[in-house]
């Protein structure tokens, strides 16, 4: 049973830091597309940064300069580490896992920026 659990998200001042991770069980994350999305209420869910079995990332516009994707392949991990983050960065953050036509979704965790 493949399992993605994200962590780390929470409230932060603008213009703060927040280093979100996402754990895979069931999955060997090394052979996989590893991606970032968020979610407001009422939009689609969109693209936030992806990394992929290579070591290419690529980041939405929004988020280049600011944010930065990494991955540990030997503890599974998926990290997502945040800077200089906007009141339009508030969403909840997901974690994705893709192998040709699967995918997998983590629950999500919130990230609110606030002053």
């Known amino acids: 049973q493949v399992q993605l659990e994200e962590s780390g998200g929470g409230l932060v001042q603008p213009g703060g830091s927040l280093s979100l991770s996402c754990v895979a069980s069931?999955?060997?994350?090394?052979?996989?597309?590893m991606s970032w999305y968020r979610q407001v209420p009422g939009k689609q869910r969109e693209l936030v940064a992806t990394?992929?079995?290579?070591?290419?990332?690529g980041y939405a516009d929004s988020v280049k300069g600011r944010f930065t994707i990494s991955r540990d392949n030997v503890k599974n991990l998926l990290f997502l580490q945040m800077n200089s983050l906007k009141f339009e960065d508030t969403a909840v953050y997901y974690c994705?896992?893709?192998?040709?036509?699967?995918?997998?979704w983590g629950q999500g965790t919130q990230v609110t920026v606030s002053s």
């Open positions: 990394s992929t079995p290579g070591g290419r990332t």
């Open positions: 069931g999955i060997t994350v090394s052979i996989y597309d």
């Open positions: 994705k896992a893709a192998y040709q036509y699967l995918s997998w």
